[in-house]
């Protein structure tokens, strides 16, 4: 069964395991969360719930998210997203209804989505790690720029636009970046909190969204099937 809450990123510490080991851990504030719609096949054709997290300042909303959010008894939120589910997995949620963190008692692994730290623009050598020119004697002042872009002016090698994907200089950072698979270490029913293995897309306060890992490796899988999970 898909399970999945939005929530928000704290920050990240340490978690000693009852062996010794140190693990490093991010804690997520991961709900509560409401479900603002439910969509079905015989209206919408497809099945799926939106949920909605965080509370925003009516003057900070618009009417309609005002509006929307009031259907489902809520204040207006400041991050929804919709999740895609089965007929009979959808059949189980209403209108209104509160998700929590303790919905991912029995989940190992995880799949954590954010928006990576935005860096401005950068060059080529650290946005796309290019070792630069020579630095040696008589080589002039541009040992961090990209060297010859050759004929990649177009797809066709001609004409004054260039190729698509070329790796030069340019915005980095601010994207969207999902690390998949990570261990549940530690839920915390009664402060909403979610501490899992390593680190997670995006600065300290920035929404997340996580939902039960889709697919897994190997190793993970048979680990996963062992526990019942």
């Given at each position: 069964?898909?399970?999945?809450?939005?929530?928000?990123k704290i920050g990240m510490t340490r978690w000693i395991m009852e062996n010794g080991r140190n693990l490093p851990v991010t804690v997520i504030e991961a709900g509560p969360c409401v479900v603002t719609q439910v969509r079905t096949p015989e209206r919408d054709s497809y099945s799926a719930i939106q949920l909605g997290f965080g509370e925003a300042k009516p003057r900070r909303s618009t009417m309609p998210v005002i509006g929307h959010d009031a259907k489902a008894g809520t204040t207006p939120k400041v991050m929804h997203r919709e999740i895609r589910l089965s007929d009979e997995e959808a059949a189980a949620y209403e209108l209104g209804q509160t998700l929590t963190v303790d919905r991912f008692e029995g989940v190992m692994y995880v799949d954590v989505t954010g928006t990576s730290k935005g860096k401005g623009f950068q060059g080529p050598m650290k946005r796309?790690?290019?070792?630069?020119?020579?630095?040696?004697?008589?080589?002039?002042?541009?040992?961090?720029?990209?060297?010859?872009?050759?004929g990649h002016a177009t797809n066709r090698g001609t004409g004054p636009k260039?190729?698509?994907?070329?790796?030069?200089?340019?915005h980095m950072g601010h994207e969207r970046v999902t690390v998949r698979s990570i261990d549940i270490v530690k839920i915390d029913p009664e402060r909403n909190l979610l501490m899992v293995k390593g680190p997670i897309p995006?600065?300290?306060?920035?929404?997340?969204?996580?939902?039960?890992?889709?697919?897994l490796h190997k190793t993970k899988a048979r680990k996963a099937a062992a526990s019942g999970a």
């Open positions: 069964m898909t399970v999945a809450l939005l929530g928000r796309h790690n290019f070792a630069g020119l020579e630095a040696s004697h008589g080589v002039e002042r541009k040992h961090r720029s990209a060297g010859s872009i050759s260039l190729k698509k994907g070329k790796r030069m200089a340019g995006g600065p300290n306060g920035g929404l997340v969204f996580i939902r039960s890992a889709v697919r």
